[in-house]
């Protein structure tokens, strides 16, 4: 019987980026560092892909020259090289589409949004949006396909969003400066039961 060498590198503080690298390109799943913890998505559905391009079409020609919605742009949290989440839309500075960079500082996102999957657990959504909180995102729109339903969550302070607006599909979502711009929700897709 042969033995197998352990997996290296192993997850240590100093080097969760590697290891989430390693693991994407392995195995194609999205993996993030949230609050010191890998997290593994797997890869979306049509319709959590459709929302994402719905919002993203509504987003983009409305936007001023000066940014940009960029699909799987990654955010880090300051001072902490092993944090960071990669929202399904984030639109900051258009200036990084031509950087080497691969991590936006949240103080330039103006907007983050994520899409729950089917799957994801209650815990694991509030632990990310206080992630985005505690990093600075400006705003978060946070879109569940589950329930047909979103939360605008904005002024982040003290580890938490001190504002969030909570609506369902069909009612207008209110994106608040520098974008001030209403979005519509009635055509976005909601999962299907079961």
């Not at 899409?115 to 946070?142: F, H, M, P, T």
């Not at 339903?149 to 994106?175: D, F, M, S, V």
């Amino acid at each position: 019987m042969s033995v197998l060498p352990p997996l290296r590198p192993r997850p240590r503080p100093g080097n969760l980026r590697e290891v989430a690298e390693q693991i994407e390109a392995a195995t194609g799943l999205r993996v993030q560092i949230v609050g010191g913890s890998l997290v593994m998505s797997p890869t979306p559905r049509g319709k959590h892909a459709g929302v994402i391009y719905r919002l993203e079409e509504a987003i983009r020609p409305r936007l001023p020259a000066t940014l940009v919605a960029a699909e799987m742009a990654s955010i880090e949290m300051p001072e902490d090289p092993d944090d960071y989440v990669t929202p399904d839309l984030t639109v900051c500075p258009a200036e990084f589409l031509e950087s080497d960079d691969w991590l936006i500082d949240p103080q330039d996102v103006e907007l983050a949004v994520e899409v729950i999957s089917k799957s994801e657990k209650a815990r694991d959504i509030s632990q990310k949006n206080d992630w985005y909180a505690v990093a600075g995102v400006k705003v978060l729109l946070v879109v569940d396909p589950r329930h047909g339903t979103w939360a605008l969550h904005t002024q982040p302070r003290g580890g938490g969003y001190q504002e969030t607006l909570r609506g369902k599909y069909g009612e207008e979502i209110p994106l608040p400066g520098p974008l001030c711009l209403q979005l519509a929700t009635d055509r976005l897709p909601v999962y299907a039961s079961g």
